[in-house]
């Protein structure tokens, strides 16, 4: 079955020390990979996609196909990127972009 | 632009009551989801629309009903509200991108309900 796992729940790190959230899934085919944001007060919006290959707000994250990672990183936390993330893969357009999400990751960054 | 609009943000119900929570989406996209949020259980994809005139089921459908009444407008009903009920609700929309990709979900800015 498909799945995304983020197995953090709450991840505390020092402002300017890198950052990594994790993420696994399983699915059978080919996935379309994402990471949305939620910071305090605001609604889900998407940070980026593994396929557009794309470095948004100083994160990256590359698609891993042998280990069906999807790992979100960042080189230096800043305080501003306090939030919730949430990994979630699209099964595509099987009719409609059906999309699985992980339970989540709370990131906070301490001063 | 208001992208996607949801109303109600908040609602208090009573165990048996029913209501109907509205989503509009301004942006002409075909596809359209509601999801339910729950703490260490991430978002949950209760019903969805891949277009305008179709819906189906998703993970979590027991005790709800749908409508995509146009294009625009994709409504979720609560027929008779349990406290297992309560939850944050987001509606998104979503459409194709260049060469059938996904461009990835826009969300309202959810409702939280409590039914007591």
């Known amino acids: 079955a498909q799945r995304v796992t983020q197995p953090e729940k709450l991840l505390s790190v020092f402002k300017g020390a890198p950052v990594e959230l994790k993420c696994n899934y399983s699915y059978s085919g080919s996935p379309e990979l994402f990471w949305y944001v939620q910071y305090s007060r605001q609604r889900l919006q998407l940070l980026l996609r593994?396929?557009s290959r794309e470095s948004i707000k100083g994160f990256t994250a590359d698609l891993n196909k042998g280990e069906t990672s999807f790992h979100l990183k960042k080189p230096f936390a800043q305080e501003e990127d306090s939030a919730m993330y949430y990994c979630a893969l699209s099964e595509g357009n099987t009719g409609g972009f059906k999309t699985i999400f992980g339970a989540g990751t709370r990131l906070f960054v301490k001063a | 632009n208001a992208g996607v609009t949801q109303t109600p943000k908040f609602q208090v119900l009573k165990t048996g009551q029913s209501m109907t929570l509205q989503c509009a989406q301004d942006m002409n996209h075909n596809s359209m989801y509601w999801y339910r949020q729950d703490p260490g259980m991430g978002l949950r994809l209760i019903y969805y629309?891949?277009?305008?005139?179709?819906?189906d089921k998703g993970e979590v459908p027991n005790g709800y009903n749908v409508s995509r009444l146009n294009k625009r407008e994709f409504s979720l009903r609560l027929e008779s509200a349990a406290p297992s009920q309560t939850s944050v609700y987001f509606c998104?929309?979503?459409?194709?991108?260049?060469?059938?990709?996904?461009?990835?979900?826009?969300f309202g800015s959810g409702t939280r309900l409590t039914v007591v």
């Open positions: 593994h396929i």
């Open positions: 998104a929309s979503s459409d194709l991108g260049h060469q059938g990709t996904n461009y990835g979900y826009t």
């Open positions: 629309s891949a277009s305008e005139g179709t819906t």
